[in-house]
């Protein structure tokens, strides 16, 4: 446990120092981004990395917690806070009770329903014109404000971002490391062992299910007010697949895998910009080689590779010897 | 190990900046934003070609008063969110004094807070009326709004004597500002809407809603969408024997669709910017210099015929060209300079800005083609 206190200490730190290295560059910008993207992703993880079940229609609970704050706040004039609260009360309470007969379903058709789900509520947002103003996107919501101070610029963003992230990572590693989360992995190991030791698995999943969608709704909210500009391609289905993508890059069942995961995905095409139109291609290549020869994702995946290369020049020194 | 990526993800950010450094400074910096990849590309990729051609033209014949542009272009995909990550970096990073940009009404609605906030004057190539109304301080656009193609195919309605029409529109960001146009103006030109439906932007068949066309009053269909969806209606609507009319958006006026739609093309009527039958307008037009010159000069580079997409670039490049011939140094007083444009023969009209128009154009900007022949001609 200590060390647990200890790895999340230093993550913090790190988090809240790192503007001071990008104050006027527009990575700032990006990072409060991979922040939104973190949550979605460790979201995502406690779904999938730790219960082992999959969902390819998590860009729909981030789009609701998006376009309940932007809606409730912009055409009906809610308190933001109070909106956030209530979005992430009603998504965690649809995800609760889609979860039941959904979460029934195993693999293939596990995808399937999610992913139709995901299509569903794409559809939704995009036709329901008089609501959402359609495909031409929802523009005008309102900074966050807390007293005096409004989060209008990156930096103030960044802090108000990774706040929430912070909290969420801290929510998380306690529940990983907690009777629940040892639960979860029972589940995802042997679902039936799982049961006959006495877990509740159809509700454990159900209960996981909706905090992951919660914890998405609140990084939608976020990501409305931050944009102040909303339209449904933020949260199609390319969107779900990017998140899972994050996941897997990271390391399935590991909190930081995912804020790897999602700092390396969000970060990457902005540092092969300068490869112009062969950018997606080596991007493409790297993600290849990252599954195949590290398959327990980044978070396994960089300190063996940094085991080698020593256990390489400690070799060869030998040798010289 | 986390520090460890702190300390490259700094090292790389200190190299980038340096980078932008190290630029030469009397040049003047101005930024584009076209989605180049993604589903918006056909946007996107004639926009970058045609700027960056028109700056490397400004600058072989001397640059503007003798100081040269440099273009700084970003690939925004299509997606909001990258369009605002990229217009920060081109204000924060490249210290542009302008920017050219984004390709779609979507992407443009999101940049727009952070050039008001950053006092950036940005020259959007995409037509949502929300662009420009109400006015934004530092927001411009050059693509012709959708209400001025609506009015140009109700007007030839009228004089044809047709008041009954059949809508087909697709559903995003184009279609859907399409058919809000076109039901707000129809009462005007006593249009009276019969049919009003959808299709999606990855249909493949849309026979079901042209057989409950084909079963309505209506004396002619308007199709409101971008490649490929209006090909295959219009390829659907010949497999069924509809006889009806039919009218399509700006949305299809390049060559593409005629290759696609084939001989379903013959007959079909649209309102296009004039740079597609360039030829055959009459020698008074004033905008034909400026389109004859843009569509050779784009076959020459790209051995294409130049859209009017790219003239939307085009046109973008020159009007802040103008506007810092006329002495403009600062983002603040190009646009100052950009609201005083007055009668500017560009491709997509003649622009004349003001304090309450940031869009400049009006209906002359649209001519009525006909497909004839494989070929564009003036509708008659």
């Not at chain 1, 794409?122 to 005096?148: A, R």
């Not at chain 1, 897997?248 to 300068?274: D, H, K, N, Q």
Request: aromatic share 8%.
């Amino acid at each position: 446990m200590k060390r647990e206190l200890l790895k999340y200490s230093i993550f913090a730190v790190c988090v809240l120092l790192a503007p001071l290295a990008f104050l006027d560059s527009y990575l700032l910008n990006v990072l409060v981004f991979v922040g939104i993207h973190t949550m979605l992703a460790v979201a995502l993880n406690l779904l999938l990395g730790y219960a082992g079940q999959i969902s390819l229609g998590h860009a729909a609970f981030f789009g609701l917690g998006a376009y309940l704050s932007g809606v409730l706040t912009t055409t009906y004039g809610w308190n933001p806070w109070f909106t956030m609260l209530v979005a992430a009360i009603v998504v965690g309470g649809l995800a609760f009770m889609i979860g039941f007969p959904i979460l029934k379903l195993k693999g293939h058709y596990l995808a399937m329903a999610t992913l139709g789900l995901g299509i569903i509520i794409f559809i939704v947002f995009n036709e329901w014109v008089e609501v959402t103003s359609g495909p031409s996107g929802f523009s005008g919501i309102p900074n966050l404000q807390l007293g005096q101070l409004i989060f209008d610029s990156d930096l103030k963003n960044y802090y108000l971002v990774w706040c929430f992230v912070l909290g969420c990572v801290l929510l998380s590693v306690n529940l990983a490391n907690s009777r629940i989360g040892r639960a979860l992995r029972a589940i995802h190991d042997a679902e039936v062992a799982a049961r006959v030791v006495g877990v509740n698995a159809r509700l454990l999943k159900v209960q996981i299910f909706a905090l992951s969608a919660m914890i998405s709704a609140i990084a939608g909210s976020l990501y409305a007010h931050v944009m102040t500009f909303i339209a449904p391609p933020s949260f199609g289905f390319n969107i779900s697949v990017e998140l899972l993508t994050m996941v897997v890059i990271g390391g399935l069942g590991s909190i930081y895998g995912s804020f790897l995961g999602a700092l390396l995905l969000t970060l990457l095409p902005e540092f092969l910009r300068f490869m112009h139109d062969y950018d997606i291609v080596f991007y493409g290549g790297l993600l290849m080689v990252m599954t195949i020869f590290m398959p327990g994702g980044l978070v396994q995946g960089i300190p063996d590779l940094f085991r080698k290369l020593v256990g390489l020049r400690k070799g060869k020194g030998d040798s010289h010897a | 190990m986390l520090t460890r990526i702190m300390t490259v993800l700094m090292l790389s950010a200190t190299l980038l900046l340096s980078a932008s450094f190290a630029l030469a400074a009397d040049t003047i910096k101005i930024g584009g934003l076209f989605s180049v990849t993604g589903p918006p590309a056909f946007l996107g990729e004639p926009e970058r070609n045609t700027a960056k051609m028109v700056v490397d033209g400004i600058n072989k014949s001397g640059g503007i008063k003798g100081q040269k542009l440099e273009l700084i272009v970003y690939d925004t995909a299509g997606d909001a969110t990258k369009a605002v990550q990229m217009a920060t970096k081109l204000i924060r990073d490249d210290k542009v004094v302008a920017i050219i940009g984004p390709s779609t009404t979507g992407e443009t609605m999101a940049v727009i807070p952070v050039v008001e906030k950053a006092r950036i004057p940005l020259i959007s190539c995409a037509a949502g009326s929300k662009i420009t109304d109400p006015v934004k301080r530092y927001v411009f656009k050059t693509a012709q709004n959708d209400a001025l193609a609506v009015e140009r195919i109700y007007d030839y309605l009228k004089r044809q004597r047709q008041n009954r029409v059949a809508l087909l529109t697709v559903s995003d960001g184009f279609g859907a500002s399409g058919r809000e146009q076109l039901k707000a103006l129809a009462p005007r030109f006593g249009m009276q809407i019969v049919v009003d439906d959808t299709y999606g932007p990855k249909d493949t068949d849309m026979t079901s809603q042209l057989t409950k066309i084909r079963a309505s009053q209506a004396q002619v269909l308007i199709v409101w969408g971008t490649n490929p969806g209006p090909a295959v209606i219009a390829k659907n609507a010949r497999q069924l024997g509809l006889k009806l009319p039919l009218y399509m958006s700006h949305g299809v006026s390049s060559k593409k669709f005629i290759a696609l739609a084939g001989d379903a093309a013959e007959g079909v009527r649209l309102p296009s910017g004039k740079v597609i039958v360039a030829d055959a307008l009459s020698k008074k037009d004033p905008q034909k210099a400026s389109l004859l010159a843009f569509v050779k000069d784009y076959q020459n580079h790209y051995k294409q015929e130049g859209d009017h997409f790219g003239g939307h670039a085009w046109d973008a490049v020159m009007l802040l060209k103008a506007a810092i011939e006329r002495g403009a140094t600062t983002a603040e007083s190009i646009r100052d300079g950009l609201e005083n444009t007055r009668n500017f023969h560009g491709i997509g009209g003649t622009f004349t800005y003001s304090a309450g128009d940031h869009a400049g154009l009006n209906k002359e900007a649209f001519v009525m083609v006909e497909i004839k022949n494989r070929d564009w001609s003036l509708a008659k």
